[in-house]
């Protein structure tokens, strides 16, 4: 009940092309699902994030789609660069009193080629 | 600003030595987290706290001590370090608990038990 299943493991898309990470999730509970961008050698950080209230987010090349019904979002790169080459972790957040619950996904590698 | 600042980036230890991980956050976050991140497991949280003096057990807190002092540092103590405590270790912090603060990260401590 308390997975975040991410796919795929690795990807490898073309300079310009589109990279689509997909997520699913199983407890109607979780209130926030933020994508973590990280670089080899450093700390994953906040990409972007949405709540399931909202269908799509979008901040610059980067897209959240969100699929309440169906449990899962996505995150699409548009006209990918290679200097988006990194590894990209899913989550699936709930408050839990003064904590949160926070599942991560297990992460895609990501390989964007010139 | 530093953000969030983990000493030492490297660390070899044979099975049974001491050792305790610094962090340190310079953000006056109130929430603070350790997560181990190895290969094909994704991020695991160790121990959280939630303020000075508060700390609680995250998902994999065996072999594992912190202490909250300060609202600035949260050591991660390593008791008597074993092969499978080889891992990549990040500190995290954000404002709240909450499940919408994101997740500020340092950059890591890689540490190799034999």
């Known amino acids: 009940q308390q997975q975040v299943k991410q796919s795929p493991q690795s990807l490898i898309v073309q300079k310009g092309g589109i990279s689509i990470i997909n997520c699913a999730y199983e407890?109607?509970?979780?209130?926030?699902f933020p994508w973590y961008q990280q670089f080899p050698g450093k700390g994953p950080a906040l990409l972007i994030a949405?709540?399931?209230d909202v269908s799509e987010k979008k901040e610059g090349r980067f897209t959240i789609s969100f699929n309440k019904s169906a449990k899962q979002f996505s995150l699409h790169i548009m006209d990918s660069q290679p200097g988006d080459s990194a590894t990209y972790f899913c989550a699936a957040s709930m408050n839990a009193g003064n904590n949160r619950k926070l599942i991560w996904g297990l992460g895609t590698s990501l390989a964007v080629n010139p | 600003n530093a953000g969030v600042t983990q000493t030492p980036k490297f660390q070899v230890l044979k099975t049974g030595q001491s050792m305790t991980l610094q962090c340190a956050q310079d953000?006056?976050?109130?929430?603070m987290s350790w997560y181990r991140q190895d290969p094909g497991m994704g991020l695991r949280l160790i121990h959280y706290?939630?303020?000075?003096?508060?700390?609680d057990q995250g998902e994999v807190p065996n072999g594992y001590n912190v202490s909250r002092s300060t609202t600035e540092d949260f050591p991660l103590r390593l008791l008597s370090a074993a092969p499978s405590q080889t891992s990549v270790y990040f500190c995290?912090?954000?404002?709240?608990?909450?499940?919408?603060?994101?997740?500020?990260f340092g950059n890591g401590t890689r540490l190799t038990v034999t």
């Open positions: 407890n109607t509970a979780f209130d926030y």
């Open positions: 995290a912090s954000s404002f709240a608990g909450g499940s919408s603060s994101p997740l500020h």
């Open positions: 949405i709540r399931p």
């Open positions: 953000m006056n976050h109130e929430y």
């Open positions: 706290s939630v303020g000075a003096g508060i700390t």
